[in-house]
């Protein structure tokens, strides 16, 4: 059984480029949520997506959009990036839609400059 | 929304030590758990515990659902139990995790 991957591992990035993240969920999960954790903070929930649709949103503006494909595995895109997007991002598989254990993968450390 | 808080912010012990860090929130959950953030940002999963009591070696926790709290317990703690604590609920009605405001924990030699 493999765990939850994430690519890339680091990224630098200027202002007002698009970013695009990427996370494979463990084996047999079918819905994947992202996070946004700033530094000296606690991961922000950014949306959910169950058997690919969208079934929860945080407080994140449009830029922040994302995707689930067949396979279950999911990208995250920013665009216009701002610095304050300068965070790492978080990907969590689960079994189930807030109704069971959510498992993590190492995370994406975007740098916007 | 719901506030999740966390007690202690920041805790220092001595390897060997025991302790108790607590999570309280402010409206009703479907679903909590335990993480612990390595300093490479890793978030490893303690426990899933909406309501009871769990034990997975030296660590246990306690959710009382109806008090709205959660305490997870660190005994003969060593080095590497350094890190962030968090707990995470998912508020009933939802789907989604709010994490709390973390325990930084670090445990000296």
């Known amino acids: 059984e493999t765990g939850v991957t994430q690519s890339p591992t680091h990224l630098i990035k200027t202002r007002g480029q698009q970013v695009t993240l990427r996370c494979s969920s463990q084996s047999g999960h079918n819905t994947v949520s992202w996070y946004q954790q700033a530094l000296g903070q606690g991961p922000q929930f950014i949306f959910q997506y169950y058997r690919e649709e969208e079934n929860g949103r945080g407080n994140f503006p449009p830029r922040f959009s994302g995707l689930q494909f067949p396979n279950y595995s999911s990208e995250l895109n920013v665009n216009a990036l701002e610095l304050d997007d300068s965070a790492l991002y978080l990907c969590?598989?689960?079994?189930?839609?807030?109704?069971?254990?959510?498992?993590f993968g190492p995370g994406t450390r975007l740098t916007v400059l | 929304g719901i506030q999740v808080e966390q007690s202690p912010p920041d805790l220092i012990l001595q390897e060997g030590a025991n302790s108790t860090l607590r999570c309280n929130f402010s409206?009703?959950?479907?679903?909590l758990q335990w993480f612990h953030q390595n300093p490479w940002g890793q978030l490893i999963n303690l426990f899933y515990?909406?309501?009871g009591t769990k034990q997975n070696g030296r660590l246990s926790a306690t959710t009382v659902a109806t008090e709205r709290y959660s305490l997870l317990y660190i005994s003969s703690s060593q080095t590497t139990d350094s890190g962030v604590y968090f707990c995470?609920?998912?508020?009933?009605?939802?789907?989604?995790?709010?994490f709390g405001t973390g325990t930084r924990l670090k445990v000296l030699a």
């Open positions: 969590a598989s689960s079994l189930a839609a807030g109704t069971d254990t959510q498992y």
């Open positions: 995470a609920v998912v508020p009933s009605g939802t789907y989604k995790y709010i």
């Open positions: 515990i909406p309501s």
């Open positions: 409206d009703s959950v479907n679903n």
